[in-house]
């Protein structure tokens, strides 16, 4: 998670049973290498203890208590001038309301006023409190003055009702705070488009042809691009995994929907990471097929090549400035890369050598080679999938540049 590690989050906890989750939030960031500095108001001290955020941080966790102790004439000024971001997760409406008119009677609310880091809100109460007019007014407010607002979601409130007012899950917080964080990245004001997943190919209204595509790369493509403050599109096909915060989802199932979903879209750069089918059923059955009926024989036809019909090679218009494919491969790895990098019309491919038992489909690693169209070649050694995204969003905005 390169775009956390070594910044510097303030993380402002308020009054809500919510500050529960603000301690897993606290952790997450931690052990993505930030240097977590928790500000706890007296209300929140009354759901949780400073003790638990500095057994998660490792650092110290500040109170209301501070505000009064001997760093109290330097510590608001230096925490909101030091810091990439304050996050207040949970904000309650109090302290929302507050932060729109500028009151200042916390070591939180002293140091929001005092901030020139841009600041993140996860509102946390009972949805009348969230409805009520002075509070959608505050969160307009400060949504004018560029307050990040992350939730609240629906769902299960602490007075037992259920409606908009809960704090969102701290994945989700942690998803906002990356891109806050890498709103200003190489990639800033550029549309990228990720393709993930493995499509799926009718054979009846039950049965599909597939393989063994996880979605593991395409879905770290989306966040490493959003990291670089990309607006992301990810195209993906049925997997397991939560899509990054902050793309937008197109969900598809066969090569067929990835091809039309591509076809209206046009973005700087294309990242083909799904495993699309080569081939399918000519003909879905309607019907389930019964096994009463005798085994089937299921005539395939070539599918669409998704790659080549949008890069422009054959004749179509080009929509991505550059155009990124992944070549999988069992045998003569470098060879069949470099035939489909030029085949494909792409600026380059990253090679992967599925026969490894470290790579390729389902693992966390990846061993890719990737091949430029200029004639380079880059060996990347046995890396996680995040860190295999990162270097190919590399070079997607060294091309950009
Ligand atoms: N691809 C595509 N459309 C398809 C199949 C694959 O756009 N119908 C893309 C993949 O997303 C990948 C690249 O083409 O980025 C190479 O995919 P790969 O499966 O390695 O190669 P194929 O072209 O399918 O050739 P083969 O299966 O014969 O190796």
Not at 86 to 94: H, K
Not at 378 to 389: D, F, R, V, W
């Amino acid at each position: 998670m390169s775009v956390l590690s070594g910044k510097h989050i303030l993380l402002g906890v308020t009054g809500s049973i919510a500050a529960y989750k603000a301690a897993d939030l606290a952790s997450k960031l931690a052990q993505a290498g930030a240097k977590v500095d928790v500000l706890l108001t007296g209300a929140g001290e009354n759901f949780i203890t400073p003790l638990t955020f500095q057994s998660v941080t490792g650092r110290r966790a500040y109170t209301d208590a501070d505000l009064w102790g001997n760093e109290a004439h330097i510590l608001h000024v230096s925490f909101g001038k030091t810091a990439d971001l304050l996050v207040i997760a949970p904000c309650t409406a109090d302290t929302m309301a507050k932060l729109a008119h500028g009151i200042a009677d916390n070591l939180l609310t002293v140091t929001a006023l005092a901030a020139t880091c841009p600041i993140l809100i996860a509102p946390a109460m009972d949805g009348g409190m969230f409805d009520h007019p002075a509070t959608q007014e505050n969160l307009n407010t400060l949504q004018s003055r560029g307050v990040l607002v992350a939730g609240p979601g629906s769902g299960h409130l602490a007075s037992g009702l259920s409606g908009k007012g809960r704090m969102i899950e701290p994945m989700e917080v942690l998803g906002h705070i990356r891109m806050a964080l890498g709103k200003h990245g190489k990639l800033a004001g550029k549309k990228v488009i990720v393709t993930a997943g493995g499509t799926q190919e009718a054979i009846d209204p039950v049965r599909v042809i597939t393989n063994h595509s996880s979605g593991k790369q395409g879905y770290a493509l989306a966040q490493a691009a959003l990291d670089e403050g990309a607006k992301v599109t990810l195209v993906t096909a049925p997997t397991a995994l939560t899509p990054p915060v902050g793309t937008n989802v197109i969900n598809v199932k066969s090569v067929q929907e990835m091809l039309d979903a591509l076809l209206n879209e046009s973005a700087d750069a294309l990242i083909m990471a799904a495993a699309a089918a080569d081939f399918r059923p000519k003909q879905a059955a309607k019907e389930k097929m019964k096994k009463r009926d005798g085994i089937p024989q299921i005539e395939l036809e070539a599918a669409p090549d998704v790659l080549r019909t949008v890069s422009g090679v054959l004749g179509e218009k080009k929509r991505f400035n550059v155009a990124v494919g992944f070549a999988a491969e069992s045998q003569s790895l470098l060879e069949n890369a470099e035939e489909k990098l030029i085949s494909k019309g792409l600026d380059f491919i990253a090679a992967n050598d599925i026969s490894a038992k470290d790579a390729g489909f389902g693992v966390e690693t990846n061993r890719l080679t990737l091949l430029f169209a200029n004639g380079t070649r880059e060996i990347l050694p046995l890396m996680s999938k995040t860190e295999a995204a990162e270097k190919i969003i590399e070079h997607v905005a060294r091309l950009l540049e």
